[in-house]
Every structure is written in structure tokens, then in C-alpha cells.
């Protein structure tokens, strides 16, 4: 798991390499304590916008077992599945957990367009090698997504922030229908795009802006601050690496639960196989903001030649917060610690 060689100055962490600056080595000296890298003591009070989706589930794991982490309600939308999938896989994961959240459904497809899905990485049900019943125990509420949204922002005291894990078209959708809603929106947080261009996307998309542009464009208009997350963090920068992911089967129910997931969400095309983090470093980037390194950016999307394009460029008056880079070994110790208090649960399977 760990080598250190303070003769030739480096750090090897679960298969990374890091070189003894940035005070590295002090995070792995002492006990990791995550609320150092907390800008204050409040809890973050959070809706969970998502369409899961593996990365999508692992997150929501976190952020329900994190003391720091309030959840106000859970919305679905259609994207890595359909909306009839992502709900049933959400509702599954609380029925394992016997975690009771308000959840409601959202929208079944894009604003303006015919919405792709990602099963082909995501797996046919959408949770990697777990195979989920047909069916979960729990139910929506009868409300769909827009409306919940909007009694749960409404009823809050404006620090109620947005994580959006899927195409963001429920969020848009709302500030369609209740413009009003602006001012109880303190910060939204998006997890996609790909500025820096993607192998796989080589027109700068990314799957969860593509897939509903004009809806991110709402968002971008809208002049609400956006924490935008890159999906090359969670690709590139703060992904798992095999040993990693093996070690999870030692952490109890939630470890093999990840575990078994992870078993069929490889990421393709890179050298050595690895697991992406995209939407857990979305949130965490919220709650533990110290950890990551963010920069004021401008942010704009193409709605027209390439959907979903993004373009960026860095100054002082940008209207986003970029994600642009992260300690890893500070995140995968927060991981660790994340995993080490919920290793007693023990899941309704």
C-alpha cells in the first residue's frame, strides 16, 4: 500500500509515485484527519441530482455516510440509463443501506435532444459486476423531480447547493419553471466537460454535458456559481488503481459491495486498469475543498457544431470554479477514511 524512500524522494502510494513536496508525506505521517481540509464547521446540506450509474452510487455511499454531509433529497434523471433503471438502482442502493432520503423522478430524455446512454461501460443494469434486482422495496414520491426541487430549495435557507451527478436537464428544467428558485441556489456543482479535450471525446465533450447541452447552457446563464468538476479529475488525476480496488474486498459490506461493482467498470482504453471517481470528486470537492486545487474560470458550451463542447479560459472574473487538480494521496486517504467508519454496516442483502 504505502513505500517511502526518503533517499531518492518519493512516495509510492496504492501504485502511484509522488514526489516528497506539497507536504505529501505529512498527510501519511499522522492520522489522517479529514475536517483539516474543511473550510468551516457547517455541514454541507446537499440535493443529489443523479442517473446511476456506478460512479454515481459510489458517491452517493459517501455522501450518505459522511458526518459532514446532510442529503435534503435525491432526484433521478435519465443519462448513463434510462430513468426507469437509474431510479431503481438509487432506491436499491437506500433499500441495502435501509437509508430513508426523499427520492423523485425526473426528466426521461434531453431538453431538445434523443438521450444516448453509457451501459456499455456502466453495464447492462448500471451497477458494474452487482446485479440488482428488477425491482427495489422503496418507491419515489408521488412529486416528480422539478417540483421537490423546488419546495426543497424553497423551504431551506439558501445553502442548500445542487450536486449534479447526470445530465443536468432537471436543474434546468427548474429554473425554466420557477425562475424565482435563483436566489435560494447558493452554488450549483456539475460534475462534466472536458476542456482540456479527451481521447475518447475528442472535441472536448464529455458525456454528461453532451448529452443535454442546452441544459448546462441554462445553467451557465443562469449567473448562479458553478463548481464545474472536469471528468478528466476522476479519469486522469484521481482515479483507483487495481491494487486499490482489491483492497476493498478487506472493508467490510461496503468495500465488497464497491468492490464487486468495480469488478466490470474498468476504464477502457488506458494502459493499466483502473476505476474512475468522477462524481465523488464532485462532491468532495464541495466538502473538502482544501483538498483540491480550484481556479476561477470562463466556462462556455457548444449547443450547435459540437454538442456539448466545452471551452475554457482562466481568469480572475470567470463565472465557474474549475476543478483543475487534487493532492491524491489526501484523496485516497479520504477514501480510506471514509471506508474505515462505515466498515461495520452491515447491508441488507
Known amino acids: 500500500m504505502l513505500y517511502y524512500s526518503k533517499k531518492y524522494g518519493i512516495i509510492k502510494f496504492y501504485g502511484e509515485i509522488f514526489p516528497l513536496k506539497n507536504n505529501i508525506i505529512n498527510i501519511m505521517d499522522k492520522a489522517f484527519n479529514k475536517n483539516e481540509f474543511r473550510l468551516s464547521n457547517q455541514k454541507v446540506k446537499i440535493i443529489i441530482d443523479t442517473d446511476p450509474g456506478v460512479d454515481d452510487i459510489a458517491c452517493l455511499i459517501y455522501a450518505m455516510n ?43 430524455r434531453a431538453l431538445k435532444r434523443k438521450s444516448p446512454t453509457a451501459e456499455f461501460i456502466h453495464s447492462k443494469e448500471g451497477l458494474g459486476g452487482y446485479i440488482p434486482p428488477k425491482t427495489a422495496k422503496r418507491t419515489p414520491n408521488s412529486n416528480d423531480a422539478v417540483e421537490e426541487m423546488y419546495k426543497t430549495f424553497m423551504n431551506g435557507n439558501g445553502d442548500i447547493v445542487p450536486l449534479m451527478l447526470g445530465p443536468v436537464t432537471n436543474l434546468a428544467l427548474l429554473l425554466l419553471k420557477h425562475p424565482d428558485v435563483k436566489t435560494k441556489i447558493p452554488k450549483i456543482v456539475v460534475m462534466g466537460g472536458a476542456p482540456y479535450g479527451n481521447k475518447d471525446y475528442p472535441e472536448h465533450t464529455s458525456f454528461n454535458l453532451s448529452t443535454d447541452p442546452e441544459a448546462f447552457k441554462i445553467l451557465l446563464d443562469s449567473k448562479i456559481p458553478i463548481l464545474m468538476c472536469p471528468s478528466h479529475m476522476g479519469r486522469i488525476r484521481a482515479h483507483l488503481e487495481e491494487e486499490f480496488v482489491l483492497d476493498l474486498q478487506k472493508q ?98
Open 66 to 108: 459522511d458526518e459532514n454531509i446532510e442529503i435534503e433529497l435525491l432526484t433521478t434523471v435519465a443519462g448513463n440509463l434510462s430513468l426507469k433503471k437509474a431510479t431503481r438502482n438509487l432506491l436499491h442502493t437506500l433499500d441495502l443501506f435501509n437509508a430513508e432520503y426523499p427520492v423523485a423522478t425526473g426528466a426521461t
Open 252 to 349: 467490510g459490506d461496503v468495500g465488497n459491495f464497491l468492490y464487486t461493482m468495480y469488478s466490470k467498470y474498468w476504464e477502457p482504453n488506458y494502459p493499466t486498469k483502473r476505476i474512475t471517481t468522477n462524481d465523488s470528486c464532485a462532491m468532495f470537492a464541495l466538502v473538502y475543498p482544501k483538498i483540491f486545487q480550484i481556479k476561477k474560470a470562463t466556462v462556455t458550451v457548444d449547443t450547435d457544431k459540437f454538442p456539448g463542447r466545452t471551452h475554457i479560459d482562466f481568469t480572475e472574473n470567470g463565472n465557474v470554479e474549475f476543478i483543475d487538480d487534487l493532492n491524491k494521496p489526501a484523496f485516497l486517504s479520504l477514501l480510506l477514511s471514509e471506508l474505515d467508519d462505515m466498515k461495520n454496516i452491515k447491508l441488507n442483502v
